[in-house]
């Protein structure tokens, strides 16, 4: 996984209308010994999408 570079982001962030909204991994204690159970609790195209459209809804 790659970091996002952050030169523009400082300079931009000024400009938006609404708090930043960090999408990732459930806040759980370990990650889960099944494979299902871990796949629940990482972010998806799945989650990323529908976080997005409900932001974009309000």
């Not at 962030?13 to 099944?34: F, Q, R, S, T, Y």
Request: hydrophobic share 50%.
């Amino acid at each position: 996984m790659q970091a996002i570079p952050t030169t523009g982001i400082a300079q931009g962030i000024k400009h938006l209308d609404a708090a930043v909204e960090v999408l990732g991994a459930l806040d759980l204690p370990a990650v889960p010994p099944n494979i299902n159970l871990e796949k629940a609790m990482l972010p998806t195209a799945e989650k990323v999408r529908e976080r997005v459209g409900a932001l974009l809804d309000k």
